[in-house]
């Protein structure tokens, strides 16, 4: 934890105020509803009483009491991303003699680029996801819904050890899997229907995210070939990603394999994104995003094709960024 205080603390010039309770966790360790770690010259975290004790025994830097008035700098850095109009108006009322200056996403850079803990954690959570994924396809069979799949998927992953899911199960047959951001209803899988799953486990805080498309019996042929372009797309995303090379790049090269096949108009949603403590972080893969990719991220590529009447079809891997390229991050 103190390395990452140390790389903000060379990030900015001056002090920040960091109050997000994910961004508390990543340079803490600690899991707070509440509290302000004020990085700068001087370091230290403000806690109320609930956490006083245990943050004090926990942390090597100064915990005070959050109502105890310390001295402050002039000039302070807060994420105006994460920071409501509200509660500017509020610093400001507490802290007259301060320097509100926005900055949003403080730590993105920092959270982005996984440390070996991380990726390990990661990793975990890659393995067992894609472990639930395998139980809830050997449980497919007519008559079954798509939310008795998604509690046996939760319920499988608990069981070996995660502590939540990532976000609600996306289990979609024939139909609804044209809907991407589908959730897990009441819907009873036929013959010959489509089936998405789209899941993620939590190992250690962080965080899951695969899908899968599967064919239960045999859908309109149409399917099958969005299966292959789907496939083809990814890797080709897949072989774009090198270090130093512009997150849109990837989208290009997958949205590239779409346009020669006359279907990109079917793909509606962006690539991908980076994983880590939130299901959704930096970089995003998508065409007008100006972020590069740095070995050690983490992110997810998941191209997809959706007709409606019809159904969808989705991949989508996690993949860890080394310095020769991209790695399937469960492998």
Known sequence: MDQRLSRLQKSIEGTALIESPVDLLYLTGLSLSRGRLWVGEETYLSVD??????AQEALAIPVKPLEEKRPVPKRVFFDSALTSYDAVLGLKKEFPDVEWVPQPRLLKHLRAVKDPKETEALRRAARLTLSGIEHVKHLLAEGV??????????????????SGLSF????????KSAYPHYRAGSSRLQQNQVVLIDVGAIVDGYRGDLTRTVFFGTP??????????????????????????????????????????????LFIHSLGHGVGLETHEYPALRLDS????EEGMIFTIEPGLYQPGLGGVRFEEMVLLTA????????
């Open 49 to 54: 009483g609930r956490y006083l004790a245990a």
């Open 290 to 293: 100006k972020d590069l990719l």
């Open 145 to 162: 819904t798509e939310k008795e799949l998604a509690f046996q998927f939760e319920f499988f992953c608990r069981k070996q050890g995660a």
């Open 220 to 265: 309109d042929p149409e399917l099958f070939r969005f299966q292959e372009l789907v496939e083809e797309a990814f890797w080709a995303a897949f072989r774009a990603a090198r270090p130093g090379v512009e997150a849109k790049e990837l989208d290009l090269a997958a949205k590239r394999v779409f346009q020669a096949a006359g279907v990109e108009k």
């Open 324 to 331: 020769n390229g991209a790695k399937i991050l469960h492998a």
């Open 168 to 175: 609600d199960p996306i289990i979609a047959f024939g139909e």
